[in-house]
C-alpha cells in the first residue's frame, strides 16, 4: 500500500499533462509562443504515446527478468531516466528541444506507472484488494497533483514563463527518488529465464489475444471514456473570456484534486459496498451531470463548486473502470494484460482533446457551450451499453 502511494504521488508530480508541468507548459506555449487550441493539442500528443503502448513494458517485464526480478530493476531504471530527463527540462527554452525532453519523461512516467500496475494485479487478485489498490494509487495521486498545481499557478504568477516551466522541472526532477529509494518495499520473488516458465508466459500472453471478455472489457473502456474533450478549450476560456488568473485556474486544479480524494474517501466509506455494474452506472451518471455543470461556469464561485464536483466523479469513474480492467486480466501475463487496457483508456486523451479542440475552433466557432453538450451526450450514450456487462459475466472466459 506504502509503495503504491509513493509511485502515484510521483506521478501526480510528474506527469506531464497533469502535473506541475502543465499549466506552465500551456502558459508557456500560450503566451510566449502564441500557439492556438489545435496547435498544443497536435503537437503535445506525442507525449501520450508513451501511455498508450504501455503494453509494451509490461510485456518486457512479464517476459525478461532483470537483475532476476520482474518489477524491481526496470523501476530502478525508468525512474533514473526521469531525474535526468526533468533536469534537461529544466535548461531547455525552446519547442525544438522541449518536446523531445518531455516525451522522455512521459516514457520514464508510463514505464513506472505500467510496472506498478502488474504489481497491482499481481498482489490484488491474489487478495481480492483490486478496489482497494487502485483506490490508494489514486487518492495520493490526487494528494500530489493538488499541490502540484497549486505551486505551478503560483509559480506563474511570479516567474516569466520559460522560468515557471524550468522550475517546474526541476521539481518533478525531485519526485522520482522516492521511487528508487521506495523500491525496496516490493516483496518480490526472484525470476530467471527458462524454456518452462516462458512457454508458459507466452501461452498467458496468447491466451490474453483469444479471451473474448477482454476484447468486450476494452472496447467498453474505449467508449466510456472517448467524447470530444474540452481541456484545451477551457484553459484558453478561462483566462481569455472569463479573466481568471493563472494563480485561480492552479487553485481549480487543486480543488478538482480535493474532489477526487473525497471521492475515495466516499469509496472506502460506502460505494465499496455496491457491486461493479451499479457502481459503473453511478459513474456515468455522475460523468455526464459534472460535464453539463460546465454550461454553469460564470464566476469563480461556480467554478469552484464544477470542479470540486467534477474531481468526484471522476474518482468514482477511474476506480470502476479501473477495478473492472484488473478484474480480467489473465493470470501469468498481468502487465501486460492491465497495461493494454490502461492504453485504451490513455488513447482517448489526445483523440478526445484534439478532436475538441478541432469543433472548438473550427465548427463551434470558439463557442464552449455547444462542445459541452456534445461530450456530455457522448457519455450518456455510454449508460446504454452497461446491461451488456451483465451478459459478460454469464459468459465464460476463454
Known amino acids: 500500500m506504502w509503495f503504491f502511494a509513493i509511485v502515484y504521488a510521483v506521478e501526480g ?45 509490461g510485456a518486457i517485464s512479464d517476459f525478461v527478468p532483470l537483475f532476476g526480478f ?27 528541444a522541449m518536446i523531445p525532453a518531455l516525451t522522455v519523461t512521459a516514457f520514464a512516467m508510463a514505464i513506472s506507472s505500467t510496472l506498478c500496475g502488474a504489481l497491482l494485479v499481481e498482489t490484488g487478485q491474489k487478495n481480492n484488494t483490486t478496489g482497494s ?45 522516492a521511487i528508487i529509494g521506495g523500491v525496496w518495499l516490493i516483496q518480490e520473488p ?7 516458465a516462458l512457454r508458459d508466459r507466452l501461452r498467458a500472453l496468447m491466451s490474453v489475444f ?27 476560456q478561462m483566462s481569455d473570456r472569463l479573466g481568471f488568473s493563472q494563480g485561480f485556474i492552479g487553485e481549480l486544479s487543486a480543488i478538482a484534486a480535493g474532489g477526487w480524494i473525497i471521492g475515495g ?10 457491486d461493479r455494474i451499479t457502481l459503473l452506472r453511478l459513474s456515468i451518471l455522475g460523468g455526464v451531470l459534472s460535464t453539463l455543470s460546465y454550461l454553469a461556469l460564470a464566476s469563480p464561485a461556480t467554478a469552484m463548486i464544477i470542479w470540486l464536483f467534477g474531481g468526484i466523479t471522476s474518482m468514482i469513474a477511474m476506480v470502476a473502470t479501473m477495478s473492472l480492467a484488473a478484474e480480467s486480466c489473465p493470470e501469468g501475463a498481468e502487465g501486460f494484460a492491465f497495461a493494454a487496457m490502461m492504453s485504451i483508456m490513455n488513447l482517448t486523451g489526445p483523440l478526445s482533446d484534439t478532436l475538441g479542440s478541432v469543433l472548438y475552433q473550427h465548427v463551434f466557432n470558439e463557442q ?13 450514450l455510454v449508460f446504454f451499453l452497461v446491461p451488456l456487462m451483465v451478459e459478460r459475466r454469464a459468459q465464460p472466459v476463454e
Open 368 to 380: 464552449l457551450t455547444p462542445l459541452i453538450i456534445v461530450s456530455a451526450g457522448a457519455t450518456a
Open 190 to 196: 526472484r525470476a530467471r529465464i527458462d524454456l518452462n
Open 13 to 57: 508530480i510528474g506527469q506531464a499533462k497533469s502535473g506541475i508541468m502543465w499549466q506552465p507548459l500551456s502558459h508557456w506555449l500560450k503566451e510566449s509562443l502564441h500557439w492556438n487550441p489545435v496547435t498544443i493539442s497536435t503537437s503535445l500528443a506525442i507525449l501520450d504515446l508513451p501511455w498508450v503502448i504501455k503494453p509494451l513494458w
Open 210 to 236: 483469444r479471451s473474448r471478455n477482454l476484447w468486450f472489457v476494452g472496447g467498453f473502456l474505449f467508449l466510456y471514456y472517448f467524447s470530444p474533450g474540452f481541456g484545451t478549450p477551457l484553459y484558453f
Open 70 to 96: 520482474r518489477r524491481r530493476p526496470y523501476l530502478l531504471l525508468a525512474n533514473v531516466a526521469a531525474v535526468l530527463a526533468f533536469a534537461w527540462v529544466a535548461t531547455i527554452d525552446t519547442t525544438t
Open 265 to 274: 474517501v466516499l469509496y472506502r466509506w460506502r460505494l465499496n459496498r455496491l
Open 133 to 177: 489498490f487502485v483506490n490508494q494509487q489514486w487518492l495520493w495521486f490526487n494528494i500530489a497533483q493538488m499541490v502540484s498545481v497549486l505551486i505551478a499557478g503560483y509559480m506563474i504568477e511570479i516567474l516569466s514563463p520559460v522560468d515557471a516551466v524550468h522550475v517546474a522541472a526541476s521539481i518533478a526532477a525531485v519526485a522520482p527518488m
